[in-house]
């Protein structure tokens, strides 16, 4: 399985940026795909998350904000991400959770650099 990532950038507090990611390969039918984010210094988080069955999971801080989309016959997931802050900040990561009969495998995107400036 790989994951191509696209989108990122520099901007203004309280403007927008898309980041997308496109999935191929040998993906399970039960997936989970989703966006992370590291700043220097902390720990990698979860950002947002969606299911093969199409349920979303956003951190608190982003949840008004930040909103996560698929396309399942593409494989590919969006995250709009609006009103940025300089918390927001970091390296973002595409991921996607695979549930295959023998136990779920995670996958990894390249990181794409998110900055927000004040």
């Known amino acids: 399985v790989q994951l191509q990532a696209s989108g990122g950038g520099l901007v203004q507090a309280g403007g927008s940026l898309r980041l997308s990611c496109a999935a191929s390969g040998n993906i399970a039918k039960i997936n989970v795909m989703g966006w992370y984010r590291q700043a220097p210094g902390k720990q990698r988080e979860l950002v947002a998350s969606v299911t093969s069955g199409g349920s979303t999971n956003y951190l608190d801080s982003v949840k008004g904000r930040f909103t996560i989309s698929r396309d399942f016959a593409k494989n590919t997931v969006d995250l709009q991400m609006n009103s940025l802050k300089p918390e927001d900040t970091g390296v973002y990561y595409c991921?996607?959770?695979?549930?295959?009969?023998?136990?779920?495998?995670?996958?990894w995107g390249q990181g794409t650099q998110v900055t927000v400036s004040s």
């Open positions: 991921n996607l959770g695979s549930y295959y009969m023998k136990g779920v495998k995670d996958y």
